[in-house]
């Protein structure tokens, strides 16, 4: 759910920008909200207990736009459930079960279009489902990793200590975290919206300039948060005006209190206070000493925090202590996040991926050494991006191919100059002959990508490969890159 209301009045500070941006840097990736985009397309298998890989294909896939591009993606994963979001986990429970429920008796009745809608809402991302992905992150050479609690707070973490810088994600609690840059709504071609911290204090209407984390984060719990529902009849602009001007929980408690518009309850202010607290010290997970650690230090003179270890000396709210196995054990995807059990024995993945990696610190990363996790061919990434092989006969083939020789790769010699000449001219000899194939004439051009028109610039991606291959009257190789999915309904060990 986010912050109600925050991303549509962050919008005009929203910049269109390409994920090439960030090349040759680490990008962290909330991996829940890509496997419920996933989802979103195979949820009526997912419903129906039908064998599906579908939401792992749109995941790898994206996955390997990221490396295309040279980017270094850090992929984190939810674990267990955090006691402050205990109530809206309820809800989104029961609105699943009720669309589960509906869809299956659509489903009776022979109304698929409509029970697939239904599924959709009621598709439930588990923890078996990011093991399965992540497993097959790991033979990829993706860092990945299994947040105690949020991989929110988890992400926020890896920003405050300089091992990604930004995040891409589909939701704003980020910006509550303290996020400098956020990436949302990023599409298969890479295109996507960079919030930047910064910018905050430009949003007309919303002046944030001289707001503290404090203050934002007020702002973000009194509108409505995943931690605590909001106030009734407070919307976000309402409740930055009354942060603004009264600045402090204790002072924007008592107003609530004392008007007569709001219905607060005294019980509220301990919900605030803790969705306050869970913001700035939520438990994360340390890679370097591999154990718990809060995401800001704690602070005991805090009064809030103070008057809370009165009551509860563990501060279980912010997520309950785990042993430094268990907690290890769950970072590496050993243990189930919630049950601690063992998720190898009953796993159906890749047999071979032991969970005895380490962490690739972005200091030790050089994506140009030959042992980099991440440095691929630029040849087989464009392949595997745009068309996986069945077979090592045709990846050898499709490798080997004239095209791929002039694709402009990193480090490129006088050699490949060269041959790139030699193409362009003997493209610019059979400019003149008529295409054919592929379904077009020669003066019809190729059906452009539909535009995102924003209020301050156009997404206008740079010319793709068939586009390319169109206008360099390729129609083999045209035809050799086509992208075609995969087969429906294969189990992901291949079986």
């Known amino acids: 759910m986010g912050i109600q209301g925050l991303l549509p009045v962050l919008r005009p500070i929203s910049e269109a920008i390409h994920i090439k941006l960030f090349a040759r840097k680490r990008v962290g990736i909330d991996g829940y909200s890509w496997l419920h985009k996933g989802a979103f397309g195979c949820a009526l298998e997912l419903c129906t207990g039908v064998p599906t890989s579908r939401y792992l294909d749109y995941f790898i896939e994206r996955i390997k736009m990221l490396l295309y591009y040279d980017v270094v993606p850090v992929v984190v994963f939810d674990g267990a459930r955090l006691p402050m979001k205990s109530e809206t986990e309820a809800t989104r429970r029961e609105s699943r079960e009720m669309y589960l429920e509906k869809g299956n008796k659509l489903l009776k009745e022979n109304h698929q279009s409509h029970a697939v809608e239904c599924f959709q809402r009621a598709v439930n991302i588990t923890p078996m489902m990011a093991h399965k992905v992540s497993q097959v992150l790991m033979t990829m050479g993706i860092d990945v990793i299994v947040a105690p609690y949020e991989a929110d707070a988890q992400l926020a973490w890896f920003c405050f200590q300089n091992e990604i810088d930004a995040v891409i994600t589909e939701d704003s609690d980020l910006i509550a975290y303290g996020v400098n840059r956020i990436i949302y709504k990023m599409g298969r071609s890479g295109d996507g919206f960079l919030i930047s911290r ?52 204790d002072r924007v408690f008592w107003h609530l209190r004392n008007n007569p518009k709001f219905q607060v309850e005294q019980q509220d202010f301990e919900k605030m206070a803790k969705a306050l607290l869970t913001f700035k010290y939520q438990r994360v997970y340390d890679h370097r000493c591999k154990k718990l650690a809060y995401l800001t230090p704690l602070l005991e003179s805090d009064p809030l925090v103070h008057s809370m270890m009165k009551v509860d000396p563990n501060l279980s709210f912010l997520g309950p202590l785990i042993p430094n196995e268990i907690v290890e054990g769950i970072a590496l995807g050993r243990l189930h996040p919630c049950t601690w059990e063992s998720m190898e024995e009953n796993d159906g993945c890749n047999p071979r991926v032991k969970s005895s990696r380490t962490w690739t610190s972005s200091k030790n990363l050089s994506t140009n050494s030959p042992n980099s996790k991440t440095n691929c061919c630029s040849r087989i990434r464009i392949l595997d991006f745009f068309q996986k092989p069945k077979n090592s006969a045709s990846l050898t083939s499709i490798v080997t191919s004239p095209w791929m020789s002039v694709m402009p790769v990193g480090g490129g010699g006088g050699g490949g100059s060269k041959r790139k000449t030699e193409q362009r001219e003997h493209v610019q000899d059979e400019n003149k002959a008529p295409a054919h194939s592929v379904g077009m004439d020669s003066k019809s051009p190729p059906k452009k990508c539909k535009k995102e028109h924003l209020e301050r610039n156009v997404l206008q991606p740079k010319t793709n490969i068939v586009h390319r291959l169109w206008s360099e009257r390729n129609v083999d190789l045209l035809d050799a890159f086509c992208y075609r999915p995969k087969e429906e309904n294969v189990p992901i060990d291949g079986r």
Do not use: W
């Open 198 to 249: 910064k910018n905050l204090g430009a949003v007309e209407g919303l002046a944030l300039s001289h707001f503290t984390q404090d203050m934002l984060q007020l702002m973000s719990i009194i509108a409505g948060c995943d931690f605590f529902p909001g106030v009734r009849g407070l919307g976000i602009k309402k409740a930055h005006e009354m942060v603004k001007r009264y600045r402090t929980l």
